[in-house]
T-cell receptor, first 113, second 116 residues
């Protein structure tokens, strides 16, 4: 009953090109979505978020798009840099009293120099 | 500002033994969360404290897991007795009291637990 799915376990992109990481969700009760980046032996670090009432949020090289009708969101990184190589997790939250995060399984991004 | 810290970074124990993990949240953060990632799968929610009170413990696997947050500061997660399936990386995260449109949680580096 995985509520957040990241169907691509890995992605390889050339430096300078666009990286597109995808995420699908099943629970329409999510009211916020977040992307986290994780390097080996470190904890996840927050990258960017989007409210369920928005369809786009941009922060520098990172843009998140939300398509509520398709229950799909994507993270675009432009231009990709070797330092972006990490595991990217998509997460949804219902908000409310707990704000617990429901994560996907992650996508390993490798940016080739 | 110091981030979320966790101790130990790695623990190897035998099945049936007891292990206690510790998390120190960012100072002033009322919310403290425990998560676990098993074998490269998704990061799963375990429980949530608001100060010293358990707000949501719906993700705790079973009664072999006991979490405490005395005084609303650091938290401990005890596994007793440990089973093989408890192996994984245990993450702690913290956040400030709820602010509008702010759901960001700050994660610690995790404790890698290996049960043999």
């Amino acid at each position: 009953d995985q509520q957040v799915k990241q169907n691509s376990p890995s992605l390889s992109v050339q430096e300078g090109r666009i990286s597109i990481l995808n995420c699908d969700y099943t629970n329409s009760m999510f009211d916020y979505f977040l992307w986290y980046k994780k390097y080996p032996a470190e904890g996840p670090t927050f990258l960017i978020s989007i409210s369920s009432i928005k369809d786009k949020n941009e922060d520098g090289r990172f843009t998140v798009f939300l398509n509520k009708s398709a229950k799909h969101l994507s993270l675009h990184i432009v231009p990709s840099q070797p330092g972006d190589s990490a595991v990217y997790f998509c997460a949804g939250t219902y908000g409310g009293a707990t704000n617990k995060l429901i994560f996907g399984t992650g996508t390993l991004l490798a940016v080739q120099p | 500002e110091a981030g979320v810290t966790q101790f130990p970074s790695h623990s190897v124990i035998e099945k049936g033994q007891t292990v206690t993990l510790r998390c120190d949240p960012i100072s002033g953060h009322d919310n403290l969360y425990w998560y676990r990632r098993v074998m490269g799968k998704e990061i799963k929610f375990l429980l949530h404290f608001v100060k010293e009170s358990k707000q949501d413990e719906s993700g705790m696997p079973n009664n072999r897991f006991l979490a405490e947050r005395t005084g609303g500061t650091y938290s401990t997660l005890k596994v007793q007795p440990a089973e093989l399936e408890d192996s994984g990386v245990y993450f702690c995260a913290s956040s400030q009291a709820q602010r509008q449109n702010s759901y960001e949680q700050y994660f610690g580096p995790g404790t890698r637990l290996t049960v043999t």
